[in-house]
């Protein structure tokens, strides 16, 4: 065999066995605690224990959706960060790039996820969604349209919406505070 | 490869090898090169490690590893160890060569296993059906080699951080190489990590090709691939339709049913493609695999392997990439070990510490003492969460501990993972008690 031993420096001789921590779960610990979150975002953990699954409630203090709270949850899973974090809104809410089922369209948690990218990345990404809703990539094709079509009526459906009023025909959550 | 006069296939491994057996192979282990390395024992010596001392783990008995599994066992490798969890899927038939039509449902190691001993006498191959993460710290230290044939990244980035792990200062047998093939298509990849001392898988975790994902909107709004049809079915119509039931893809009836969503939903926006085969293929993300790219990254991949067991060529140091999607092309290059690594990166240190010490005490002593320094670290052990900075909930609910004896929550030997946005990645404290 080869003498790799001798490669080793001596400082890294000098190192220890390293805890068996798995490297998702470091991270993850690391994503958390040093979150820097602007005060309308608020992580909760069901159960503190587990840091791979929590939700995120949004409260955006400006934009369209001013007013309302948004519950996304998040679940992690030991292949973090190879593969994104898996994000749902937990509401049924009127909005381009939600769907009805909670699905997000957000570049980041999917075709765009890199590992560099972490879960402070993610969390901004979403509240800039209620800032600037994009009608170029829908997922709830009637809102996208509305808010191409006719900002006004778009405004008005999303304030009805919050309500947990109908719009054309399905009833979403209330969601104001 | 000269002809045996005779083969005796009984007794010891050494009996077996008859005039000749490894003319060729002998060629290179009989005498030093120029550039052998000083250590090389050309002759008896080395011979006699290779093929009655040496234990080389395969892991994966799949593409890549029948190749490796063949390869190895005709270079002179005696005491061959193979994991592998799967069975043999008639789909396997086309490349992974180990295995016969009447093998369909079997497992893969323990078919490979025999098929490898009967061809080729004298050599053990003890298979192992289950998965690495069945066996623990004491059955990998048995190996002084690790060769990984896998097509998981989770797999390989478990097998990097365990042979990381295992490397204890004190004894220099601890340290396996590992030796990592992977194929796609065309293309491939074989590389040599030293653990703790080359850079290991979780280092260069950046730099692979991630599954294609297609974004959300196109999936739900403007399909134009067969893909999107299947990815519609898996990813919107699973959970909406199914909901808290979890899909298998391993299921013939659950790929059933997402073929037969995705067929409706291509025929609506006039897509052709959709099969039942693509969408297995969508759903379990399987790269189509080339038989002849496994062998030449197999054969790398062994090549290494006997250069390493035996010191008599130089290694490969450290990336060998084939590039045959346009042209031939390869590229071998030092990728180079990162700091910030959370497997091999970062510090580590010893810290003594008075029994009497809390945990909050700990703490400042990281925040003051000068050549630590850290800014609001947080700390765990293990599954255990000591102390976080943030979130707020988290903070709250870890604050207790604060005012509680480092002793109670770790005991003597223990380890503590810190970090903080000030370290690269993160630190290790192996905490002792005075
Ligand atoms: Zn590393």
Request: proline share 7%; with cysteine; glycine share 6%.
């Amino acid at each position: 065999m080869i003498k790799i031993w001798s490669m080793k420096k001596n400082e890294e001789a000098a190192a220890k066995k390293k805890p068996k921590t798995s490297a998702a779960q470091i991270r993850v610990q690391k994503d958390l605690t040093e979150l820097d979150l602007p005060p309308t975002m608020t992580t909760v953990f069901p159960d503190p224990a587990d840091l791979l699954n929590f939700s995120l409630t949004i409260t955006p203090d400006e934009g369209m959706y001013q007013g309302g709270a948004f519950v996304f949850s998040f679940v992690i899973n030991s292949n973090y960060p190879h593969e994104p974090p898996k994000v749902k809104c937990t509401q049924t809410i009127y909005h381009p790039n939600v769907d009805l089922e909670g699905n997000v369209c957000l570049n980041i948690l999917r075709e765009d996820w890199k590992p560099v990218l972490n879960l402070n990345s993610v969390m901004v990404g979403l509240q800039y969604l209620f800032l600037e809703p994009n009608a170029d990539d829908p997922l709830n094709k009637e809102a996208a349209e509305e808010l191409r079509k006719n900002r006004e009526q778009f405004l008005y459906n999303v304030k009805q919406s919050m309500r947990g009023g109908y719009v054309k025909g399905v009833q979403y959550a209330k969601v104001n505070v | 490869m000269a002809t045996p006069d005779v083969a005796r296939v009984n007794g010891s491994s050494h009996r077996t090898d008859w005039h000749d057996r490894y003319y060729h192979v002998d060629q290179v282990l009989d005498r030093p090169g120029p550039r052998t390395d000083p250590s090389f024992m050309a002759g008896a010596g080395v011979k006699e490690f290779l093929r009655t001392q040496c234990k080389i783990l395969v892991i994966g008995a799949g593409g890549l590893g029948c190749e490796i599994l063949a390869n190895l066992a005709l270079s002179g490798f005696k005491d061959i160890h193979v994991i592998d969890m799967d069975t043999i899927d008639i789909s396997n038939l086309n490349r992974q060569f180990l295995f016969r039509p009447k093998d369909v449902g079997k497992p893969k190691a323990l078919v490979a296993a025999e098929y490898i001993m009967k061809r080729v006498p004298g050599v053990t191959v003890t298979p192992y059906f289950g998965k690495i993460q069945d066996k623990d710290d004491d059955y990998y230290m048995q190996f002084n080699l690790v060769i990984c044939g896998l097509d998981s990244v989770e797999a390989r980035r478990w097998i990097n951080a365990t042979l990381v792990n295992l490397v204890d200062p004190e004894n220099p047998e601890s340290l396996k190489p590992l030796i990592d093939g992977g194929t796609e298509g065309f293309k491939g990849q074989a590389r040599v990590i030293l653990p703790t001392v080359t850079s290991c898988y979780e280092c260069s975790l950046d730099m692979l090709n991630k599954p294609t994902a297609f974004p959300i909107c196109t999936i739900a709004n403007t399909p134009r691939l067969p893909e999107h049809c299947i990815e519609w079915a898996s990813v919107l119509e699973w959970p909406r339709v199914q909901g808290e039931k979890k899909m298998d893809t391993d299921d013939p009836e659950h790929i059933q049913w997402l073929y037969n969503i995705a067929s409706a939903r291509a025929k609506e926006f006039k897509i052709e493609g959709v099969t039942w085969q693509l969408t297995q293929g969508v759903v379990k993300n399987i790269i189509p695999a080339i038989a002849s790219t496994n062998a030449i990254i197999a054969a790398s991949c062994c090549n290494e392997a006997f250069k390493i067991a035996t010191s008599s060529a130089a290694y490969l140091n450290n990336y060998f990439m084939l590039i045959g999607t346009d042209g031939v092309y390869s590229y071998t290059f030092e990728h180079e070990k990162r700091d910030d690594c959370p497997v091999c990166g970062g510090e580590s240190l010893e810290v003594s510490v008075p029994r009497s010490w809390t945990v909050e005490r700990l703490i400042e002593m990281l925040v003051e003492k000068q050549d630590i320094q850290i800014k609001k670290p947080s700390l765990s052990s293990g599954a255990k969460h000591i102390y976080f900075q943030a979130p707020k909930q988290l903070e709250e609910a870890t604050r207790p501990n604060l005012e509680k004896p480092l002793v109670d929550l770790v005991p003597d030997g223990g380890d503590i993972t810190v970090t903080a946005s000030s370290l690269p990645f993160s630190l290790s404290l192996r905490v002792t008690y005075v």
